[in-house]
């Protein structure tokens, strides 16, 4: 089943600005996803971003990379982790 995006809450910065989380859907289950806070403000030109701004501004194209990701590795360990490569 694809992810969808999830009402279970916002995303967040988390370990020392590093990461940022969010939650999508497969079915009844939640999947965390995570990307970099730096790929982000390398990916969407702002090097001094907040990273959640970012996401919230171009979090549709973060989500199909993330849709894209989980159909083709789905989630080692629980999360689906974003990469550079996911969004060439």
Do not use: K
């Not at 992810?3 to 990461?19: A, M, N």
């Not at 990379?65 to 080692?76: H, L, V």
């Amino acid at each position: 089943m694809p992810l969808d995006r999830s009402q279970c809450g916002t995303p967040r910065v988390e370990r020392g600005g590093t990461y940022l989380r969010w939650v999508m859907r497969d079915g009844d289950d939640a999947v965390t996803c995570r990307i970099l806070a730096d790929t982000l403000r390398e990916l969407f030109d702002g090097p001094d971003a907040d990273a959640v701004d970012l996401f919230l501004g171009n979090q549709s194209e973060v989500e199909q990379a993330a849709q894209e990701r989980y159909a083709a590795m789905g989630a080692p360990d629980g999360v689906v982790e974003l990469e550079h490569i996911d969004f060439i």
